[in-house]
C-alpha cells in the first residue's frame, strides 16, 4: 500500500548504478557502479519513474521510451534529474538503458532489494505471474522538488501505463 504523498518529504534513499561513459558504447564494456543517495537531490527538481523491470513489454516497450523521447521537454521545465528506478541490478540497468539509448539523460538506478522502494509502499509482488519476478518495484511516477513530493502516479495495474507516463508528470509541472 502507498504510504507517501504529495507534501511528503522523501525518506533517505540509497541507490546503485553504473554510470554513462563514452567507453559504455561499446556493448562489451560493464562500467563500474557507483552510488548515489537522495541527499544528492536536495535543492533540486527530480522526476523519478519506477518500473518492475528493465527488457519487459510494458517498461521496455512503453513506460520508458515516453520519458526518454520527452527528455528536452522536461528539462525546460525546470527538471534537474531524471531517474528510473527498478529492482534489477546495476548491470542489467545498464545494459538495458544503453540499448534505450538513455546515456547521460536518464540515470538507472538500482533498488536491487527494494529498500526505498518499500520504505514508500511502492513494491508488487509478481510471483504469481510465473516468470520468475519477485517481489519488484511497482510501477509509478514521482516528482519531487526539494525532496519533497509534488505528483505522485501510482498504477493500479503494473502492466498499464497511465498515470505514471510522461504526459501527467508533463501536466503536473
Not at 49 to 65: E, I, S
Not at 86 to 109: T, Y
Not at 138 to 166: M, N
Amino acid at each position: 500500500m502507498v504510504s507517501i504523498k504529495v507534501g511528503d518529504e522523501i525518506p533517505l534513499g540509497k541507490f546503485i548504478y553504473v554510470p554513462y561513459t563514452p567507453e559504455l558504447a561499446d556493448s562489451s564494456a560493464c562500467g563500474l557502479p557507483a552510488k548515489v543517495s537522495t541527499d544528492a537531490w536536495k535543492g533540486k527538481k527530480v522526476l523519478i519513474f519506477g518500473l518492475p523491470g528493465a527488457f519487459t513489454p510494458p517498461c521496455h516497450g512503453n513506460h520508458a521510451p515516453q520519458y526518454l523521447a520527452k527528455v528536452d521537454e522536461l528539462k525546460a521545465k525546470g527538471v534537474d534529474v531524471i531517474a528510473v528506478l527498478s529492482a534489477n541490478d546495476p548491470f542489467v540497468l545498464s545494459g538495458w538503458s544503453r540499448i534505450l539509448g538513455f546515456e547521460d539523460k536518464i540515470l538507472a538506478l538500482s533498488d536491487f532489494e527494494t529498500e526505498w522502494s518499500d520504505k514508500l509502499g511502492l513494491t508488487v509482488d509478481l510471483s504469481g505471474a510465473g516468470i520468475g519476478l519477485g517481489k519488484r518495484t511497482t510501477r509509478f511516477a514521482l516528482l519531487l522538488d526539494d525532496l519533497k513530493v509534488k505528483y505522485i502516479g501510482v498504477e493500479e495495474d503494473p502492466t498499464q501505463v497511465t498515470v505514471s507516463g510522461v504526459e501527467p508528470v508533463l501536466a503536473a509541472l
